[in-house]
């Protein structure tokens, strides 16, 4: 099992530019969410997930758009990219809400 | 706001030493969860609990629902432990997670 797959790992964007990043897991689960992190700060929920055509918002949802239209995927799109949004990305997955949560490498976006 | 509240933020301690790292919590939940981010940026999970206590060798995980908080022990600590330590707790009232801003744990040989 690949787990928790993340591309790309490194990403430099100029402000304005749109991208997707992308997730991926193999391990069936239902739940996958998207999380950002910056220093001082702890992970940030942007958008989950609880199955394939599900998705909802986290606490900060703006700037960003998700689909599931599968188990396995979950994309997450900046539509125009601005420097607020430089972090690292983290995607994750799980049976449920509830459980355990297997986490991606993560992605680096820088924002210029 | 802060729903999950973690000290301390840094710890510096000498191999061998016993550590304590410790988590408050304000919402109900469903459980809590000790996360570690190596240097790497990678991110595992430790443990999920949401009573009593739990052990997986030199790592101990406790919580008390009614005081909501939660301690990660780390007994004869090592440098291989260096990390970030992050306590989460997923709320019970719908599917989302909130996180601490981690305890950054340096081990000195």
């Known amino acids: 099992n690949a787990g928790v797959t993340q591309t790309p790992k490194f990403q430099v964007l100029k402000t304005g530019q749109s991208m997707t990043l992308q997730c991926a897991q193999d391990?069936?689960?239902?739940?996958m969410s998207w999380y950002r992190q910056d220093p001082g700060m702890g992970l940030r929920l942007i958008h989950y997930?609880?199955?394939?055509?599900?998705?909802d918002q986290g606490e900060v949802p703006n700037g960003y758009n998700v689909s599931r239209s599968t188990t396995e995927d979950f994309p997450l799109r900046l539509l125009s990219a601005a420097p607020s949004q430089t972090s690292v990305y983290f995607c994750?997955?799980?049976?449920?809400?509830?459980?355990?949560?297997?986490f991606g490498p993560g992605t680096r976006l820088l924002v210029l | 706001k802060n729903e999950v509240e973690q000290s301390p933020q840094n710890l510096t301690a000498q191999e061998g030493e016993f550590i304590t790292i410790n988590c408050s919590y304000s919402?109900?939940?469903?459980?809590l969860h000790w996360l570690q981010q190596h240097p790497g940026g990678g991110i595992v999970s430790l443990f999920m609990?949401?009573?009593g206590k739990k052990k997986h060798g030199r790592l101990i995980a406790t919580i008390n629902i009614q005081e909501k908080h939660s301690s990660l022990h780390i007994t004869a600590s090592h440098p291989r432990d260096s990390a970030v330590y992050i306590c989460?707790?997923?709320?019970?009232?719908?599917?989302?997670?909130?996180f601490g801003t981690g305890t950054s744990l340096t081990v000195i040989p």
């Open positions: 994750a997955s799980s049976f449920s809400g509830l459980e355990t949560q297997y």
């Open positions: 391990m069936n689960h239902e739940y």
């Open positions: 997930s609880v199955g394939a055509g599900i998705t």
């Open positions: 919402v109900g939940i469903s459980a």
């Open positions: 609990l949401s009573s």
């Open positions: 989460a707790v997923s709320q019970n009232t719908g599917n989302q997670f909130y």
